[in-house]
């Protein structure tokens, strides 16, 4: 990891953030937060690298991803590495992480947190000093219709494993994950090794009472596979559009109002803060 001219070296505060057992590592490299009037930043190339090495479950701090937050006073631009060094599009729950710093940080002059990031403008609520808001988006069928209970009867349930439960396919713009609902708790050893290896994330939610789902999200961002569960269920025919995702132990709140985004409130919280120190050539 190289980071300043030859012979130099810096240390740069970081803070680790998560939403359920999803974490982020995020650095706040604005003004603002440097307190030198002038914000700092590097190449992507740059935060590539300290990407891997910060996000190293065995060397590192062991999260999904980096976010990094730069531009001066007033305009919070974000971007987002995974942790293999590769960018990537923002997901919520990275957003929601990001946000809560911003908010802590008093940048924030309404109850709105705005964001600039590589796929446009985005918004988070600040419901309270610990939980905020965001809409993930309207869900449709893979083929972009609109989802109903009728569709579901028609077909585009069918059996997640071996005739238990049911899968339906979600939708949100260019992301699809796939539910595979229960109504009892589903075998462990159900689960399959290819699983890893798919490229549409698949999530499975056991539907407690209408009202209730317990998720097991996978590799899925927490908040996407809260929205995806809902809609699922409540297309389904299997719980409220408005209910609470318990999933890593922490409880999101989904509503879907009718013919609106799915919107979902979660709760931020601080792992811990740290200095990555850098010391070789500038980058």
Same mark, same amino acid.
């Given at each position: 990891?190289?980071?300043?001219?030859?012979?130099?070296?810096?240390?740069?505060?970081?803070?680790?953030?998560?939403?359920?057992?999803?974490?982020?590592?995020?650095?706040?490299?604005?003004?603002?937060?440097?307190?030198?009037?002038?914000?700092?930043?590097?190449?992507?190339?740059?935060?590539?690298?300290?990407?891997?090495?910060?996000?190293?479950?065995?060397?590192?701090?062991?999260?999904?991803?980096?976010?990094?937050?730069?531009?001066?006073?007033?305009?919070?631009? =974000?971007?987002?590495?995974?942790?293999?060094?590769?960018?990537?599009?923002?997901?919520?729950?990275?957003?929601?992480?990001?946000?809560? =710093?911003?908010?802590?940080? $008093?940048?924030? $002059?309404?109850?709105?947190?705005?964001?600039?990031?590589?796929?446009?403008?985005?918004?988070?609520?600040?419901?309270?000093?610990?939980?905020?808001?965001?809409?993930?988006?309207?869900?449709?069928?893979?083929?972009?219709? +609109?989802?109903?209970? /009728?569709?579901?009867?028609?077909?585009?349930?069918?059996?997640?494993?071996?005739?238990?439960?049911?899968?339906?396919? +979600?939708?949100?713009?260019?992301?699809?994950?796939?539910?595979? =609902?229960?109504? /009892?708790?589903? /075998?462990?050893?159900?689960?399959?090794?290819?699983?890893?290896?798919?490229?549409?994330?698949?999530?499975?939610?056991?539907?407690?009472?209408?009202?209730?789902?317990?998720?097991?999200?996978?590799?899925?961002? %927490?908040?996407?596979?809260?929205?995806?569960?809902?809609? /699922?269920?409540?297309?389904?025919?299997?719980?409220?559009?408005?209910?609470?995702?318990?999933?890593?132990?922490?409880?999101?709140?989904?509503?879907?109002?009718?013919?609106? %985004?799915?919107?979902?409130?979660?709760?931020?919280?601080?792992?811990?803060?740290?200095?990555?120190?850098?010391?070789?050539?500038?980058?």
């Amino acid at each position: 990891m190289t980071a300043g001219k030859a012979g130099f070296s810096m240390n740069l505060p970081f803070f680790k953030v998560r939403v359920a057992t999803c974490p982020w590592i995020v650095f706040d490299r604005t003004a603002a937060a440097l307190g030198n009037g002038e914000a700092q930043d590097r190449s992507d190339d740059y935060w590539s690298d300290m990407a891997v090495g910060t996000c190293d479950r065995t060397r590192g701090a062991a999260a999904e991803g980096l976010v990094v937050i730069s531009g001066d006073e007033g305009a919070d631009s =974000l971007r987002f590495w995974n942790r293999e060094g590769r960018a990537v599009e923002p997901l919520p729950g990275a957003l929601l992480c990001a946000s809560r =710093l911003i908010f802590d940080a $008093g940048r924030v $002059g309404s109850d709105i947190v705005k964001l600039s990031t590589s796929s446009g403008d985005a918004e988070v609520l600040v419901i309270d000093s610990r939980n905020f808001g965001i809409a993930v988006g309207e869900p449709t069928r893979e083929d972009g219709l +609109v989802l109903s209970a /009728a569709s579901v009867a028609g077909g585009l349930g069918r059996p997640a494993r071996s005739g238990v439960g049911v899968m339906v396919p +979600v939708r949100f713009g260019a992301r699809t994950v796939e539910v595979s =609902l229960f109504d /009892a708790p589903p /075998a462990k050893a159900a689960r399959t090794r290819t699983q890893r290896s798919r490229s549409i994330p698949r999530v499975e939610a056991l539907v407690v009472s209408r009202s209730e789902l317990r998720v097991r999200r996978g590799a899925c961002d %927490p908040v996407l596979a809260a929205a995806a569960a809902v809609v /699922a269920a409540a297309t389904a025919d299997y719980a409220e559009r408005d209910a609470t995702v318990i999933t890593g132990g922490s409880g999101l709140i989904v509503q879907w109002p009718e013919g609106e %985004p799915v919107f979902v409130a979660a709760a931020p919280e601080y792992c811990f803060s740290g200095e990555f120190w850098t010391i070789g050539a500038q980058t």
